[in-house]
């Protein structure tokens, strides 16, 4: 594998932890923070860090090897368009405190994620290492570099991630979910 499908893969599995975070919220308390934070970390990491290299960079660059625009790089852009409506509606629910709504905003972009990074994971990396060249990679390596710094805000939202993950683990044991949500999590 070449550094850069490697990378992105690596962000598929940090990206993993926050829509089993997401699942997981949607049968427990957590408070409206756990879905600002969540928010935060899916518009600046996934969608503004991950997706802004696929599609600013590797999908270009494999539609210049000939993939046809309107192939599976369209298809992963769209679906990035799809997740990007999600995002809008949790933000709005979050506005208004709409609990039942965050929770079920959350289960359909957790699931329209899922089936769109098994693609990717499955199908559209082991293409990008068909058509790309040698030289394509290492331009999209130094391309990614510039893309993901500053470096200290990419690991604060990567220990974030962390931390939306393990803050739901410590709900697990508070019961059903509270009407309100509005309890505090734990330490
Ligand atoms: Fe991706």
Not at 140 to 165: I, T, V, W
Request: with cysteine; aromatic share 6%.
């Amino acid at each position: 594998m070449s550094d850069v499908v490697e990378r992105l893969d690596a962000e598929h599995r940090v990206i993993e932890q926050v829509l089993e975070a997401l699942e997981q919220a949607a049968e427990r308390e957590v408070p409206l923070d756990f879905y600002r934070d969540a928010l935060r970390f899916l518009r600046e990491y996934a969608d503004g860090c991950h997706h802004a290299k696929e599609e600013e960079q590797l999908f270009p660059a494999m539609e210049a090897r000939g993939l046809p625009a309107q192939g599976p790089t369209a298809v992963m852009r769209e679906e990035h368009r799809i997740g990007r409506a999600y995002l809008a509606r949790l933000a709005a629910h979050l506005e208004s405190g709409n609990l039942a709504g965050l929770r079920g905003e959350s289960l359909g972009y957790a699931a329209l994620m899922r089936d769109h990074i098994y693609k990717e994971d499955e199908i559209l990396f082991p293409m990008a290492l068909s058509v790309l060249g040698p030289g394509d990679l290492a331009r999209l390596a130094g391309g990614f570099d510039a893309a993901d710094r500053p470096l200290a805000r990419r690991a604060e939202l990567e220990a974030l991630a962390g931390r939306l993950r393990a803050q739901v683990a410590d709900a697990l044991g508070a019961g059903p979910a509270a009407p309100d949500g509005a309890r505090p999590s734990g330490p």
